[in-house]
């Protein structure tokens, strides 16, 4: 049945998706219902779901608190030209998860969430260079996806990394405008920063970045590019879009340091599409419509519609101290499973992550930066086929082999993960 859909798709479609990451070979398989952390296929077939919708459903699939809420609003009207109290009581709630954040504005999706904050950063500071590190992923906004598809033929020196374009047709001016640093590495990101004082608008980094490797920005590199942003009059821009599952409020929690401005998004939106900018008063306030000079005019259509406040405002108070823990601890078990399984298998590999989320990779030692995580065709051979044994087992994983823990698995789907893991890692070594 997939493969008749798929067909069909595939004439209206281009590569007969919406989203690249659905892709499988032979077809995409489609999905018919879920409940929970099991999500069934129109063929019929249950699957535990350590993806989670690229790790935005923190509750699992069709919570019924969520659903009655919602159901409840839908009755209502959906978006309105006029403002909801929901949207307030959300926004409320929002900025009483972290002290950091003084004001909020929502949006529809990660992707506008970064591209507003730049644009924030850009307004605020009056300049408009943008850092980032190689090989993060932050959305499709074109300055924001430099480098995130990088590879050994194009991304030159690591005491330089090249700004390499991901889409053709990206403008140069784009290019010369993005300085690229290494994950990690205060001392050549700080060199390469350097080289670019008083043009700079924000630094952006992601705590936990999954394409570079799902590996937690050390205290060190966090702190001297705050301690740098904080000299050279940049902002220091968090993208927890993913990341702000990690802890109540946000893997920024793990620092001393605090950025000036973080873009938010999955989990907050309750199964819904979603953005928000958080943060500091005073550069928020560049999108405040009463100034006298608007430096960063900003709407939305949909933005802050009254259906998905309702879903992330209901989802994010279960999100509370306790579920935080349960998530956290429930990814700590598969990554001590994982880790004895692959000792035990004799397997080439490793496991990193952070919070609710790890990944696996297929190499003896945990990398440290994206050059380290980026894939052989030996490495990437071996991982597709742990990650076709475990789907058919199974198992759906994110399709780097990452995975995202939610309130609705418990130690049982865990120990059925490390199994199933157990089993591929001695298949593929
Ligand atoms: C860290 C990060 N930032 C931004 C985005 C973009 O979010 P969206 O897909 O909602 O546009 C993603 C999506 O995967 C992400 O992982």
Known sequence: MSALLYERAMQILPGGVSRNTVLRKPHP??????????????????????????????????????????????????????????????????VNRNNGFDKVRFVNSGTEAVMGMLKAARAFTGRYKIAKVEGAYHGLYDYAEISQTANPSNWGMEAGPEAVPVAFGTPPGV?????????????????????????????????????????????????????????????????????FRSEYGGAQDWYEASPDLVAL???????????AIAGRGDVMDVMNPLADTVLFPHSGTFSANPIT???????????????????????????????????????????????????VHMKATAPSNYREAFLTPDESRRLNLLLDHLFDAGFMMINTCSAATSTAMGTEEIDALVSAMAEGLAKVG
């Not at 990690?184 to 700080?190: E, Q, S, T």
């Not at 998004?265 to 953005?275: D, L, N, Q």
């Open 265 to 275: 998004g999955k989990m907050i939106g309750g199964g819904f599409p979603v953005g």
């Open 309 to 359: 406040m309702t879903a992330g405002l209901v989802a994010m108070e279960m999100f509370d101290g306790s579920a935080v823990e349960h998530v956290n601890s429930l990814a700590a078990r598969a990554v001590e499973g994982i880790e004895k399984a692959i000792v035990e298998a004799g397997a080439s590999a490793c496991v990193t992550g952070g919070g609710s989320m790890f990944r």
């Open 175 to 243: 290019l010369a405008d993005v300085v690229v640093i290494p994950f990690n590495d205060p001392g050549r990101a700080i060199a390469i920063l350097d080289r670019h004082r008083g043009s700079l608008a924000g630094v952006l980094v992601d705590p936990l970045p999954h394409r570079v490797g799902l590996i937690p920005a050390s205290e060190e590199f966090v702190s001297a590019l705050r301690e740098w942003t904080h000299d050279d009059g940049s902002l220091l821009l968090f993208d927890e879009v993913i990341t």
């Open 29 to 94: 398989l489609y999905a018919d219902h879920a409940f929970g952390c099991r999500v069934t296929d129109i063929e019929g077939v249950e699957r535990i779901d350590f993806a989670n919708n690229m790790a935005s459903l923190i509750h699992g699939h069709a919570h019924p608190a969520i659903v009655e809420a919602v159901t409840e609003q839908l009755r209502r009207g959906t978006a309105f030209t006029l403002a909801t109290e929901v949207e307030i009581r959300y926004a409320e709630h929002i």
